[in-house]
């Protein structure tokens, strides 16, 4: 059974850094389409960034040039390094993830069949 795990929320003011990550247990992380999303208090989901089984990512949700998404192998893991981080940035982030293979991404939360419990970011300004 896939599972996944993220850590490494906490709080950080404006302007500060956080390195999420996410960890793969009963399959091989390179074989799966992958996303980020992020919850706002009393708001729905919203994808961060998505990447698909080659590497390839797209970001969204401003986060392009402040985020930077990363997958070792040899772990089984991925990253989500945060910088320039907002008020705005705060809520629940989950880590999402479906086989298959090819290029593009995925950006809907029903298209994932496999979350983690998520992990609290806080951005105080």
């Known amino acids: 059974q896939v599972q996944l795990v993220e850590s490494g929320g906490g709080s950080v003011q404006a302007g500060g850094s956080l390195r999420l990550s996410c960890a793969v247990s009963g399959s091989t992380l390179s074989r799966y389409y992958t996303a980020w999303f992020r919850q706002a208090p009393g708001k729905g989901l919203e994808v961060v960034a998505c990447?698909?089984?080659?590497?390839?990512?797209t970001y969204y949700a401003d986060s392009e040039g402040r985020f930077t998404v990363s997958r070792d192998d040899a772990k089984n893991t991925m990253s989500l390094q945060m910088t320039g981080l907002k008020p705005e940035d705060t809520g629940t982030y989950y880590c999402a993830a479906r086989a298959g293979s090819g290029g593009g991404c995925y950006k809907f939360p029903d298209w994932f069949l496999y979350w983690g419990p998520g992990t609290q970011v806080t951005v105080s300004s």
């Open positions: 990447a698909n089984s080659g590497g390839g990512v």
